[in-house]
T-cell receptor, first 111, second 115 residues
Framework: TQLLEQSPQFLSIQEGENLTVYCNSS?????LQWYRQEPGEGPVLLVT?????EVKKLKRLTFQFGDARKDSSLHITAAQPGDTGLYLC???????????FGTGTRLQVTL | DAGITQSPRHKVTETGTPVTLRCHQT?????MYWYRQDPGHGLRLIHY???????DKGEVSDGYSVSRSKTEDFLLTLESATSSQTSVYFC??????????????FGQGTRLTVV
């Protein structure tokens, strides 16, 4: 059983639509991160949220950390084909020594 | 890009044979990690290292061993490969200390097929 569960697992939408990806856990994390991975590459960090209730915006992407620091969400406004990829949430545990990843959400944005 | 090199990038091996994957970094980061990636599971931690000769198990360590004799190299060994170990393997590095916003940097992955 993985500590971090993401939903949905797959998402196929058209350009211009909005979407939200969820990352849930029964465990508390000192921080949560979101990574994006493109085919044939390793994941690349998008954002880190540290404080419960924190909201961070990165252009059309909005990230939120739950008040209890057990969950997070990623909202994309007006999705573009360039947003296509695998989105992974990840949490640091063990005094920031171990990074645990979620199950992943594969996003496909079509014209 | 962080200096992380995984080798080989692709490998096909037979069931029952030993396999060693190598991760080499030029960033002098203290922590190194091995993950495997399978559809529907995201990335799962196999083993990690917090210093030379200091390693610990992750969530899917059975059938794998690791060694770190130098800061820059972290080896993952499949003692006797099985078909269930067919996967894409990623190495990552970080230097967390007590920082809660530490970034992990990843290699490009090794695609391993066990036939």
């Amino acid at each position: 059983t993985q500590l971090l569960e993401q939903s949905p697992q797959f998402l196929s939408i058209q350009e211009g639509e909005n979407l939200t990806v969820y990352c849930n856990s029964s465990s508390v994390f000192s921080s949560l991160q979101w990574y994006r991975q493109e085919p044939g590459e390793g994941p690349v960090l998008l954002v880190t949220v540290v404080t419960g209730g924190e909201v961070k915006k990165l252009k059309r992407l909005t990230f939120q950390f739950g008040d209890a620091r057990k969950d997070s969400s990623l909202h994309i406004t007006a999705a573009q084909p360039g947003d296509t990829g695998l989105y992974l949430c990840a949490g640091w545990t063990g005094t920031a020594s171990k990074l645990t990843f979620g199950t992943g959400t594969r996003l496909q944005v079509t014209l | 890009d962080a200096g992380i090199t995984q080798s080989p990038r692709h490998k096909v091996t037979e069931t029952g044979t030993p396999v060693t994957l190598r991760c080499h970094q030029t960033e002098n980061h203290r922590y190194m990690y091995w993950y495997r990636q399978d559809p529907g599971h995201g990335l799962r931690l196999i083993h990690y290292s917090y210093g030379v000769k200091d390693t610990d198990k992750g969530e899917v360590s059975d059938g794998y061993s690791v060694s770190r004799s130098k800061t820059e190299d972290f080896l993952l060994t499949l003692e006797s490969a099985t078909s269930s170990q067919t996967s894409v393997y990623f190495c990552a590095i970080s230097d967390p200390g007590l920082k809660r916003n530490t970034e992990a940097f990843f290699g490009q992955g090794t695609r391993l097929t066990v036939v």
